[in-house]
Structures are given as structure tokens and as C-alpha cells.
């Protein structure tokens, strides 16, 4: 039977290959696990808004300053379209925004890091979207309808993300000494912090077995975070910038790159609320939430006027 | 202060080429129509992706419940003089 409300049947469905839908049944666990990943995947873009909206004003040329403001209004719309997914799911975006102010929900740890020049918002686009890339083209494949349909539409979008980070990064490298410098000090602060956006390894992550098993996530963390290396470390050599990992080297063996430790007691110390702008980037949220607030009121109350007036007149 | 309701739930179809057939593209907020329409024009077509947009309240939408797909999308494998390849063409006959 099609529908049949066991936990069983349900892994027989994802087994074959079946995507589930709103409505579908679904095990209590493979929907929170849902509502906390496409929500935390929400709150990432739309935080991840700030950084970058920062240098909207200082853009360089009014070339960059277009595709800038292009690129964060993408952004946006990939929150909205998360929003929506996770809306399917039975949760409200009130509740969404709520879980996000108090603290339940987290957004990537990535964005809890300043955007300190110019040479940031190339790092950013090439390594955060670059590694967000990796993550998200996946993610086309997840079980969940709405999620993976919100992923393809994304994925559209996101590859002009890299590709004007990487441009920056390499026009800066062509430029004067101080520019290659600014280049190449952006590397060194955002390499870590881009790989620690893949989580923590697949023998310490807490919610990996269950999401691999219902196909929320269809790689590991540690299989994306190898194919972004993979795919970054040429990338970085033809412009000239040096990856700042002195163990990074190619495994013939594996063929893969092999790299050094990561760091993840700045990792847990960053995620735990202590990094450079945990508090600059929620107190902004919240701020400008709360000040939004008296439009939807108003456009509450400019709707009920015009229903009311169309009870009038019929 | 009124509940903070973040506005109406509206579902977004957009017509990517004409003659083609809308196709769901995902849900807005918004408290009427006309902003429902800016939202969605802003949200789903940033990049040519459609010709024309349709909205639906959400609260409107009659959706088919999956306990009943047994009964609604049985196969009818019993009816097969459904497909045309159920009837037996005189030999000869040409353009049918
Ligand atoms: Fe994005
Ligand atoms: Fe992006």
C-alpha cells in the first residue's frame, strides 16, 4: 500500500528511490530533522545577507556595486524560497523567525565573521558560496520534495555567486602589491572557516545516521568538505594565492587532497555565540524585524478596510 | 500590539514560455493581491523565468490526500482500450 503509516513503509519509499511530499506520512524525527535543517539552511542566507550588505555603499566600480546588490537580493530570495519549504512542513514563519531571535535555531557559523576589506566580499563568494555550492548541489537530491525542488531552483542561481568572487580575487592578484597582500590575507582568515561550514567529521557528527538513512543528506559532511578542497586548491594556484595549510598535499594514493587538522575548538567557540559578530548580526536582525513591524500592521489594516468596503457594496 | 502575523500565505504558479503549462514555483507572503504579485514577481522571476504569473491564496487549495491514491491513481490496467494501441488497424490504413 501507497501510504501505509508505519516507520517501515516509509524507509521502503526513500529505499526506492521516492521523493515524500507535504502531505505524505512521515516519522516524527525525519520531520523535525527537516524543519531544524532547512530552517538553520533559511536563516544562513538571510544572515548571510549582513556581511556582505556592508560593502553595498564601498563598492569599488559601479560594475561591482551592481552585481553586489544583485547577488544579495539572491540571497534573500534563497531564504524565501527555504522559508516556504520549511512552511510545508507545519511550522509558521512567525515561529521560523522566533526560533531564530531566541536562539533555538542557528544559521551558519561562517557568518559570524567580519568582512574587513574588499578582497573579503571576493573571498566570500568564491569560498563560502564556492562551499555552499558543494553542500546545496547535493541537497538537489534530498527526500523531501519542497526542499529539494527550493535546492534546484537554487543552484540555478548560485553558480554567478562563485564565479564574481573568484573574478575579484583574481583581478586583485593581477593589481598591486598591497591588493595581492589583501588577497591573499582574505584567503588565510576565510580557508578554515569555509571548511568548517561542511560541520563537524562524519565520526563525530550527532544528526548524520538518521539523515543519511532517510536521505536528507545524500553525502557525508566529510565527502563534501573533500570534493570543495578538491575542487578550490587549482583554482587558488592559477591566480597565485597560496592555500594556508602547510600540510595541505596530493594523495596519489587516494587522489584526493589530504589536509591538516581543523580547528574546531575556534569552530565550537565561534558556533557557542563567541565569535567576531554573533551579537552585531542578531541584534541587527531583530532591530530591523522590529521595525518592519508596523508595515505588516498597516497592511493588515489597509486589507480588512478594503474587505470591509466590499461588504458594502455587495 | 496585534499578533505579528507576517502576512497571508499565497501559492506562486509561473508560465515560463507562452503555451506552456504553469507550473508550481513555491509560496509568498503577503496581505493582498497587488503585494502578492510584486512579492512573487520579485521572488520567482528575477531572471526571464516566466511570461506570467498565477496566485492562489493557500488556504484555497484542495489538495488530494495520499491515503486515497490507491483509489484515485489506480493504474486501470483492466481498461486498456484506453491506449490506442489497444485497437487492431486494417493493414494499409495510413495516417490513423
Ligand atoms: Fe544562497
Ligand atoms: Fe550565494
Known amino acids: ?314 | 500590539m496585534a499578533k505579528d502575523t507576517q502576512l497571508d500565505l499565497w501559492e506562486v504558479f509561473i508560465q515560463s514560455k507562452s503555451g506552456l503549462p504553469y507550473v508550481h514555483a513555491g509560496s509568498v507572503h503577503a496581505s493582498d493581491a497587488k503585494m502578492a504579485m510584486q512579492n512573487a514577481r520579485d521572488t520567482y522571476t528575477r531572471r526571464g523565468e516566466g511570461t506570467s504569473i498565477w496566485l492562489l491564496p493557500s488556504k484555497n487549495i484542495v489538495a488530494s490526500n495520499p491515503d486515497d491514491n490507491e483509489m484515485l491513481f489506480d493504474p486501470s490496467n483492466d481498461k486498456v482500450y484506453r491506449h490506442p494501441t489497444f485497437y487492431v488497424m486494417p493493414e494499409g490504413a495510413k495516417n490513423i
Open chain 1, 1 to 314: 500500500m501507497h501510504n501505509e503509516h508505519t516507520n517501515q513503509h516509509f524507509q521502503l519509499r526513500i529505499d526506492n528511490g521516492e521523493y515524500i511530499e507535504a502531505k505524505d506520512y512521515m516519522p516524527d524525527g525525519y520531520r523535525k530533522h527537516l524543519i531544524r535543517q532547512i530552517s538553520q539552511h533559511a536563516h544562513s542566507e538571510v544572515i548571510g545577507m549582513q556581511p556582505e550588505g556592508n560593502w553595498i555603499t564601498r563598492a569599488p566600480s559601479l560594475r561591482s556595486k551592481q552585481i553586489l546588490l544583485a547577488k544579495i537580493q539572491d540571497e534573500g530570495g534563497h531564504g524565501l524560497y527555504l522559508y516556504s519549504a520549511a512552511e510545508t512542513l507545519g511550522i509558521s514563519r512567525v515561529e521560523l523567525i522566533d526560533q531564530l531571535h531566541s536562539g533555538k535555531a542557528k544559521y551558519s557559523n561562517i557568518f559570524n565573521y567580519p568582512a574587513l576589506n574588499w578582497a573579503d566580499i571576493g573571498a566570500i563568494g568564491w569560498l563560502v558560496d564556492g562551499a555552499a555550492i558543494v553542500n546545496q548541489v547535493s541537497l538537489q537530491r534530498t527526500s523531501y520534495g519542497p526542499y529539494s525542488r527550493a535546492m534546484v531552483r537554487i543552484c540555478k542561481e548560485e553558480s554567478f555567486h562563485q564565479r564574481q568572487g573568484y573574478e575579484i580575487m583574481a583581478n586583485m592578484m593581477k593589481g598591486t602589491k598591497e591588493q595581492r597582500e589583501m588577497a591573499q590575507d582574505a584567503m588565510n582568515r576565510w580557508w578554515w572557516p569555509a571548511l568548517m561550514m561542511f560541520g563537524p567529521h562524519d565520526t563525530d557528527s550527532p544528526h548524520s545516521s538518521d539523515a543519511v538513512k532517510w536521505k536528507i543528506k545524500r553525502e557525508t559532511n566529510d565527502e563534501l568538505r573533500q570534493k570543495f578542497i578538491d575542487k578550490t586548491v587549482q583554482q587558488a594556484e592559477i591566480i597565485g594565492l597560496t592555500i594556508p595549510d602547510k600540510d595541505l598535499k596530493f594523495n596519489e594514493k587516494t587522489g584526493h587532497y589530504d589536509i591538516g587538522k581543523i580547528n574546531w575548538d575556534e569552530f565550537h567557540r565561534v558556533i557557542n555565540g563567541n565569535g567576531p559578530c554573533n551579537k552585531q548580526r542578531m541584534e541587527h536582525h531583530i532591530k530591523y524585524h522590529n521595525e518592519g513591524a508596523w508595515v505588516r500592521e498597516a497592511a493588515e489594516a489597509y486589507k480588512k478596510k478594503r474587505l470591509a468596503k466590499q461588504l458594502e457594496i455587495a
